[in-house]
């Protein structure tokens, strides 16, 4: 089910860009933003609709995970005074269930002030991160998360990258698709190595080929073409920008170029041309490695997915996720907090290298973790594999 949701999720990300992209050219940019506008209104409404209809149809749904366990383990715990009174088990633990629910509702107005209430959020953050921490899927969350650390990917910092680098909207178009398709690809590659070689074997096989064709990327760093060059620091015009003395950097000269045939001056020196490209092969290799790479990439995140959802009991599902949204994001944050200390296109090879050791420490972290759950069975792909160590609701730490 997993896979079935990102192949249409890739499905999309194909069909949307060609869908708009035709209403901008033969219509305007005031008719794509609308339709947009419009689609995202329609899809909010459809999805609230089978948001309701599913919540109708799962009536386990209306009641929280984590009050559904506490009730099965005090009739566990329970059970064996049952029988020794004579009493059923559903009249000996209705006064368990009465003394729990008042513990759990304290006075709290009356024992606990306004520093209480206050610092309530910073508890709550506290338990989940502990609750995250102590689950035998850490480092495999923690793998994850450290591949959203990386300007690796089709956002705007790439596009504009490659902008600088001469390419127009109809090649970076191109190339969504295919970032695309190889998506769809790894979806399909998870389901069948999956069933060849087990989930958490999946994960690292995954983790290789994401690394191997990241490689070409690093290539690309030091190919014919490219702009790296550690002799132009990165904060040169950092200070400027933030003072407002400067106009913002070329980007605009560069762009403008483009589009006007790389007639363009810069504004330093009205009279002199900007260079043309000596060598297209730097970002031939850097595309085609980050395009690559997205067969390993949603493999990958399908694992981790997978694994999360088996591994953790339902009662702490909410907070393990949460947590692990939290780190993702964190780690997506501090990759455009790099990009904004490095912003010119000489220093976008030295972001490609930090971005290409951040995905390696995440696979060495799900390396650690596949080691600990097979040992050297991690290398056998025909072997049978065993799940990670089954959950026990009582031996993992409850959390608020």
Request: hydrophobic share 45%.
């Amino acid at each position: 089910m997993n896979a079935t949701v990102r192949i249409i999720d890739q499905l999309t990300n194909i069909l949307a860009p060609m869908l708009v992209g035709q209403i901008m050219a033969f219509g305007s940019n005031f008719i794509g933003c609308g339709f947009i506008s419009g689609w995202n209104l329609c899809s909010m409404c459809l999805e609230y609709a089978l948001l309701w209809k599913v919540y109708q149809k799962t009536p386990a749904l209306a009641s929280k995970g984590g009050q559904k366990e506490q009730q099965q383990e005090l009739k566990q715990l329970s059970a064996p005074k049952d029988l020794e009174n004579g009493q059923s088990p559903e009249e000996s633990s209705q006064p368990l269930m009465n003394e729990t629910s008042a513990v759990a509702k304290p006075d709290a107005p009356k024992q606990h002030g306004c520093c209480y209430q206050v610092t309530e959020p910073l508890r709550t953050l506290k338990a989940g991160w502990v609750a995250y921490y102590n689950q035998n899927i850490f480092l495999a969350g923690m793998s994850l998360s450290f591949l959203y650390m990386t300007v690796l990917g089709f956002d705007c910092i790439t596009t504009g990258y490659a902008y600088t680098q001469g390419l127009n909207g109809l090649v970076l178009s191109l190339l969504m698709g295919a970032s695309a398709v190889a998506g769809i690809c790894g979806t399909v590659a998870f389901t069948w190595i999956r069933k060849k070689c087990g989930l958490i074997r999946t994960g690292f096989i995954s983790g290789v080929a994401q690394l191997s064709c990241l490689l070409l990327c690093i290539f690309a760093v030091f190919a014919p073409g490219s702009p790296f060059d550690l002799s132009v620091s990165p904060f040169q015009d950092l200070y400027t920008h933030l003072i407002g003395e400067k106009a913002l950097p070329e980007a605009d000269h560069i762009l403008t170029s483009i589009l006007t045939g790389g007639n363009a001056t810069t504004t330093a020196a009205p009279t002199e041309e900007l260079p043309p490209l000596q060598s297209y092969m730097s970002v031939i290799l850097l595309f085609s490695g980050v395009i690559a790479a997205r067969v390993g990439l949603w493999s990958f995140n399908l694992t981790v997915t997978q694994l999360i959802q088996e591994n953790v009991i339902e009662s702490e599902r909410g907070v393990i996720n949460g947590v692990q949204n939290s780190m993702n994001y964190l780690l997506d944050l501090l990759h455009f907090i790099m990009v904004i200390l490095a912003p010119n296109p000489e220093a976008f090879g030295l972001l490609v290298i930090i971005s290409v050791s951040f995905v390696a420490m995440g696979h060495i972290m799900y390396f650690g973790f596949a080691f600990k759950s097979l040992g050297s069975r991690l290398f056998l792909c025909c072997s049978p594999e065993q799940k990670a160590e089954p959950v026990d609701s009582l031996s993992l730490p409850t959390t608020v």
